[in-house]
C-alpha cells in the first residue's frame, strides 16, 4: 500500500461539469496528467493524446486533462466551450478538468502537489503516474505522447 502523502490519490478535482471526482477513482491505473490550452501551438497533441488512449485502452490507463490560462494566456475558454472544443475539433474523449493555475501560489492542491517533481514551464507539460498515483516520470511539452520514449514507459507501469 503505498503512502497517500505521496499519492494524487489523496486529491479531489472538478470535471469540466462542476462535479467533483475523486482521483482515488483512478486507484490500479497508469496516468498522463496534461496541463492543456486551446490557444497553444501544442493543441493538435490532444489527437495524440486520445489514439494514444485509443491504443492502449482504458482498463490499465487514462489521459486526465486540465485546462490552465498560466502560459501567454492560451486559454480564453471556460466550461463548456473548452468541453466543444476539445471533443469537436480532436475527437477527446478523455476526461477533462475545470480550468485551473497550475503554477505560482494560487497554483491548484493538485499542481502544487505534481510541482515538487517538476513545474510546467508552458502548456502540455505531461506528468506519468503509476498505479499507486506516485508521480515517476515527466515529459516537456515537445515531446508527443505517441513518441516511443512515452509509450515505453507507460507500458512498463501497465506491465508491473
Known sequence: MSDQSKSIHQF?????????????DYKNKVLLLVNIASGCGFAPQLKELQALRDELGTDQFEVL?????????????EGTA?????????GVKFPV???????????????????QSSTPRWNFHKYLVNKDGEVVDYFLPFTKPLSSKVKKK??????T
Open 82 to 90: 473548452i468541453s466543444t472544443f476539445c471533443e469537436v475539433n480532436h
Open 12 to 24: 479531489k478535482v472538478k470535471l469540466l461539469n462542476g462535479i467533483d471526482k475523486k482521483l482515488s
Open 97 to 115: 478538468f475545470e480550468k485551473i493555475m497550475v503554477r505560482g501560489e494560487h497554483a491548484n492542491p493538485l499542481y502544487r502537489f505534481l510541482n
Open 65 to 77: 486533462a486540465f485546462p490552465s490560462n498560466d502560459f501567454g494566456r492560451q486559454e480564453p475558454l
Open 154 to 159: 507507460i507500458n512498463r507501469l501497465m506491465n
